[in-house]
């Protein structure tokens, strides 16, 4: 398992490396931070000055550099807009992200177990029907189209909900609401397939024909099966919730990662945008690792061999052939 893990780390560092690169190098294709944080009436030397003065005089490669050589001694810079370090910013906004991505994620995958589950026991039955409609049609529905239609109505017309926020549980139901569509309608399906496959199973039948009830033979028979499938379908779209959440956050006003990204963007920020991107990545990276293990270990025909039990099911070396020259008694 351990090696398989060490593979798992170094196959997934490149892609973080070649994202943080890449923003790095988008991040000073937005312009000049100069013309937001100088006045209109900045003179040259003044605009030189601040150049000098945030290192953006240097070539892109030497800024780069130094870039990386401040993350290895944890310095992700200076934030131009606050003058705040950047990775402070950065954690304190991810926290937000991570509790609407989780909170949004476990929602789903409760409802699609149980409707998948519905689903599952009368394929193509009227439940089937209706749940894939309802998964398609959820899973096709645009995050931004859904939380400006969810504004509307219940913020603006009938005024339930407030239009932004964190500050009570109400404001958590538009975002969540917009959010969980998504991956609940991905995983109803994944949950459906996976839960049709294990029910005719043969270890399915013998437990029906012991008396279990549909219960049990759903909840400790067929789910356990159909778990690993549902778990890797949820992680992906687990890091898709995190990464994703830009549009929502930014929507909603939520004071997350996502939001925190634009703005540093909107103000040419490029410490705290990198800081951010950073972050998530590397969150990102976490979590893929974590799922890999824990699919792992649900299915053991996607674990690792180990060593010594490599050598076990390695095949016996044959014997060395015969030699066919004759033997000297023979001869004789």
């Not at 170094?10 to 100069?34: C, D, E, K, Q, Y």
């Not at 990464?243 to 920020?269: C, Y």
């Amino acid at each position: 398992m351990l090696t398989y893990l060490r593979k798992r780390i170094v196959s997934s560092a490149l892609p973080l490396v070649v994202v943080v690169i890449g923003v790095f190098a988008l991040a000073r294709m937005t312009g000049n931070p100069a013309s937001l944080y100088l006045p209109l009436n900045a003179t040259e030397q003044m605009r030189e000055d601040f150049a000098t003065r945030n290192g953006l005089d240097q070539p892109l490669l030497v800024q780069m550099a130094d870039y990386f050589g401040g993350v290895l001694q944890l310095d992700f810079g200076t934030s131009l807009r606050t003058g705040e370090s950047a990775a402070a910013m950065a954690l304190r906004a991810f926290p937000a992200t991570l509790q609407l991505a989780l909170t949004t994620m476990i929602l789903a995958i409760v409802l699609a177990v149980i409707v998948g589950s519905w689903a599952a026991l009368k394929p193509n039955g009227i439940a089937d029907r209706i749940a894939s409609f309802v998964s398609m049609a959820a899973a096709s529905i645009p995050d931004f189209w859904l939380a400006i239609v969810g504004i509307w109505i219940f913020a603006i017309s009938l005024g339930w909900l407030p239009t932004s926020g964190v500050v009570g549980a109400e404001a958590w139901i538009l975002p969540i609401a917009t959010l969980v569509m998504r991956p609940f309608g991905a995983l109803v399906q994944v949950v459906r397939g996976a839960m049709v496959s294990a029910l005719s199973e043969p270890y399915i039948k013998l437990a029906r024909s012991k008396g279990a009830s549909q219960k049990r033979v759903v909840t400790r028979h067929a789910l356990r099966n159909a778990a690993a499938p549902a778990l890797t379908v949820a992680g992906d779209l687990m890091v898709g919730l995190v990464n994703g959440a830009v549009v929502v956050e930014t929507i909603f006003g939520w004071p997350g990662i996502g939001k925190l990204m634009i703005d540093s963007i909107l103000q040419r920020d490029f410490a705290v945008l990198q800081a951010a991107v950073l972050l998530t990545a590397i969150a990102i990276f976490v979590l893929n690792i974590l799922i890999d293990l824990a699919y792992a270990l649900l299915d053991p025909r996607v674990r690792p061999a180990s060593a010594s039990a490599r050598r076990k099911k390695a095949p016996a070396r044959p014997a060395a052939p015969a030699d066919p020259t004759p033997t000297a008694t023979a001869q004789a």
